[in-house]
């Protein structure tokens, strides 16, 4: 393990960093960087410290390579909200828990999960797709027995960065029916939401438990499971949250009180807040344009959300040349011939950076790798595993430096 010191503006890691080795074999494709340890300890920091049980969300890196990571260290249930990623799981960890938690699914999809891939657990925000989920999973027109429901109830998405509100959820008027419906047709009946991705504030988790409790008290309905989903967030530039634990004691505290019984469970479904830490991306600087640069990946690669919701990331100068240049900011272009194809950033960085340079993009482990495609004939194919500290963390000292010495 290589050594880093808590650094701020323009100092620069110590010679001998794993990624300077792998900029220095000068690589003409986008390299993805792999920090397992990363991972292990974010898998580890919820296991141990949130106060129930916590699944992890595939969507946000569905890497075969993750997912055994995660299983190693103590994630046993995953949501899954495709036949696709049911596929995946399954064959990857046959012994994990599957959890089906997209509210609008095709009844193929149910009937799939259920039959061939031992699915028991599905949400659901409306009457008629409770009817699909029963229908899928009977047997010679027996419904089955076995079903964990989960109700999903819309919530107030404001503290989230990224709103998941609009879409999905129960409204208020029509929960008591939900809830008295799926009671019937369920083994274990439960109740789930959604604040939004990137949650920056724990207040969002108390007034969800709100909801949860009005929609209890109103239907008058035994819930064995609440569901407080994902949205814990990460850490990048002009999004620092308060720690988890935060997050994690108002959730323990709202769920302690809540009208249920003391064998009720409590879970969430951690997507980003797992994975975050541990992907990065090499790029190359192929052209600068003023402050403008060229790099060989972007909005169909990695970038997705720095190209279209206008998402940070931090970055680093992966470069011989020291640290004594003054940062300025930058936006980047990547490979494709789509002016869409542009990160505003901005993306601070020595003002010197030029044609041939090495920039580490960091935190791109959730949502970034996973929604990369090949269009246009790019995108990163090469993979390394690095021992030394992502460019930010949630879980211990950050050591964010602006160049890496080659
Ligand atoms: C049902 C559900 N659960 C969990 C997540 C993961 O959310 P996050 O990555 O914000 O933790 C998502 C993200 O879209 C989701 O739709």
């Not at 890497?63 to 995660?70: D, R, T, V």
């Not at 699909?132 to 999973?137: D, G, L, M, S, Y």
């Amino acid at each position: 393990m290589h050594k880093h010191h808590r650094a701020l503006g323009l100092a620069s890691t110590p010679v001998g960093n794993p990624v300077a080795d792998i900029a220095k074999s000068r690589p003409a494709q986008p390299v993805t960087l792999l920090r397992p340890h990363a991972a292990r300890r974010a898998a580890r920091f919820f296991v141990e410290k949130f106060p129930g049980r916590s699944l992890y969300a595939v969507k946000a890196n569905p890497s075969p390579a993750l997912l055994k990571i995660l299983w190693d260290s103590g994630v046993t249930h995953y949501d899954v909200a495709s036949i696709g990623e049911i596929r995946l799981v399954h064959e990857t960890l046959p012994e994990a828990v599957l959890c089906f938690m997209h509210p609008v699914k095709a009844e193929e999809a149910i009937s799939e999960a259920y039959f061939s891939h031992g699915v028991k657990t599905f949400s659901l925000d409306t009457l008629e797709e409770l009817e699909k989920i029963v229908r899928a999973t009977s047997t010679d027109g027996k419904p089955a027995s076995d079903l964990n429901l989960l109700v999903r109830l819309q919530v107030n998405n404001e503290h989230a960065k990224l709103s998941l509100g609009a879409k999905f959820g129960a409204q208020p008027a029509d929960v008591k029916a939900l809830l008295f419906a799926a009671r019937q047709a369920s083994d274990a009946l439960g109740i789930c939401f959604h604040v939004g991705s990137q949650a920056m504030a724990p207040t969002a988790y108390a007034e969800a438990m709100g909801r949860v409790r009005d929609a209890i008290v109103d239907a008058a309905v035994t819930v064995d499971i609440v569901d407080v989903g994902g949205g814990f967030p990460s850490t990048y530039p002009g999004m620092e949250p308060p720690p988890l634990e935060a997050y994690f004691d108002v959730i323990h505290s709202t769920f302690e009180a809540l009208p249920i019984s003391y064998s009720a469970e409590l879970w969430c479904e951690p997507g980003r807040a797992l994975c975050a830490e541990y992907a990065s991306l090499l790029v190359r600087v192929e052209k600068r344009r003023g402050n403008e640069l060229y790099i060989n990946d972007g909005a169909y690669g990695a970038l997705f959300d720095a190209a279209h919701i206008g998402w940070r990331y931090p970055v680093r100068l992966v470069s011989e040349r020291g640290a004594k240049v003054r940062p300025m900011d930058f936006s980047f272009y990547g490979p494709t011939c789509d002016d869409l194809d542009r990160m505003a950033g901005p993306f601070q960085l020595p003002a010197d950076v030029d044609t041939g340079d090495y920039i580490e993009i960091g935190m791109l482990g959730a949502y970034g790798c996973a929604m990369r495609t090949a269009f246009n004939g790019f995108g990163a194919e090469r993979t390394e595993v690095v021992d030394d500290e992502p460019m930010a963390t949630l879980y211990g000292e950050t050591q964010h430096s602006n160049v890496v010495r080659l």
